[in-house]
Each structure stands twice: as C-alpha cells, then as structure tokens.
C-alpha cells in the first residue's frame, strides 16, 4: 500500500499475445507499440481498449461487451446484442451484425466495413466510412453537423 492506495492487478495486458479472451467484467489493454491477435470480448462488462500505437488484428466483440480502437484494428466481429465498438483510431474489414454497434467517432477512418444482419453502423460528422456494405437488414446511419438554428423549429 502507498499514499493509503492499494495496488491491485485488476488490468490484463496484452503485448504480443494471441488467442486471448476477456470475458464478462474484465478489462483489457494493449498499449503503444503492442499487439494483439484473435481477441475476443464477451460478456456484459467486459471492456478491450487498443491505445494509440497498439494493433489489434482479428477477433470479436460480442453481446454487451465494450471495445475502445484508438489505434488501429482489422478482422474484427462486432456481434450480439450490447456489442459495441467505439472508433477513435483506424479500422479495416470490420464486420457488424447480429445487433452489434460500431461508432466511427469524428475525425477516425473506417475501411471496408460489412454491416449485415441487423447491425448497425454511426458515422459521426468528419468521420469517414470507406467501401462500406451494407447487407441483409444492415444498417448504416451517417450523422452530418447539426440543422442551423433557425431551421430547428
């Protein structure tokens, strides 16, 4: 204990890990200059953050879990109900369904992505959503500024 804190090792941390899952109120990191590969967040609570500088490639997050990208990912499932991705960072080849969220937050790109089977996708004003599909009762919505003023009503 110090400065009447106790430090506990409640944080997993991922640097060049593979085939790794974090489940239902865990939370998970990979950190600038780390990686991670085939990660999987499931569960209610359960929380993945990719720093700035760290790469996720593969893996999924699903039904009520959380995953924060500000640095980069690709190959990742979002799916089930709750599962939601949150993008600050870089993405390719995301897939959505099943009633799985993604948010391409402003000024973050997202490549490739296939929003399928009652998933959903939310691009923010400045963000950018390239050669994205849309499928099988998919939904992509694309918020733009806000109405001026006096046009609100």
Sequence with gaps: MRHGVERRPAVCLWQRQRHDDVGSGALGYVFNGGSASNLAII????IEQINVGGILVGGSVLSGALEYILGSGSNILVSGTGA???LYGATTSITVGSGGIEVVNSGTVDSAALITLGGDQIVI?????ISA???TSGRQDVWGRPAPRWCRG
Excluded: E, K, R
């Design 84 to 86: 939601l991705m949150q």
């Design 125 to 129: 004003a400045t963000a950018t959503a």
């Design 133 to 135: 599909t849309v499928a």
């Design 43 to 46: 569960g209610s609570g359960a």
